[in-house]
């Protein structure tokens, strides 16, 4: 079983930094991409920023420019360098990846989300 686990998470006035990281547990499998997705409340899950495996990258207009993506293949991490924070980031972050097993279709996995709170 595969298990997400997020880190990095708290409380920073505008303007100020955070650094997420995601550490994707378990054996045997491929993964295809991982990614940060945020929900806000009130609102629907969005995508933040994803990679693939052969490091292709995906940001998401609001945050372009700002935060920064990168991953550990070795280690099965991902981590989002998020600067120039805004209120408007305010969210739950979660991690995503999307793995494949051997002989077996593709598979995402979500963690639990770590709470992001950008103050003004």
């Known amino acids: 079983q595969v298990q997400l686990v997020e880190s990095g998470g708290g409380l920073v006035q505008a303007g100020g930094s955070l650094t997420l990281s995601c550490v994707t547990s378990?054996?045997?499998?491929?993964?295809?991409?991982m990614g940060w997705y945020r929900q806000a409340p009130g609102k629907q899950r969005e995508l933040v920023a994803a990679?693939?495996?052969?490091?292709?990258?995906n940001y998401a207009d609001t945050v372009k420019g700002r935060f920064t993506i990168s991953s550990d293949n070795a280690k099965n991490t991902v981590i989002l360098q998020m600067n120039s924070l805004k209120p408007e980031d305010t969210a739950v972050y979660y991690c995503?990846?999307?793995?494949?097993?051997?002989?077996?279709?593709?598979?995402?996995?979500w963690g639990q989300g770590t709470q992001v709170t950008v103050s003004s």
């Open positions: 990679i693939t495996g052969t490091g292709i990258i």
């Open positions: 378990g054996s045997s499998f491929s993964i295809n991409s």
């Open positions: 995503h990846a999307r793995v494949t097993y051997p002989l077996r279709a593709t598979i995402d996995y």
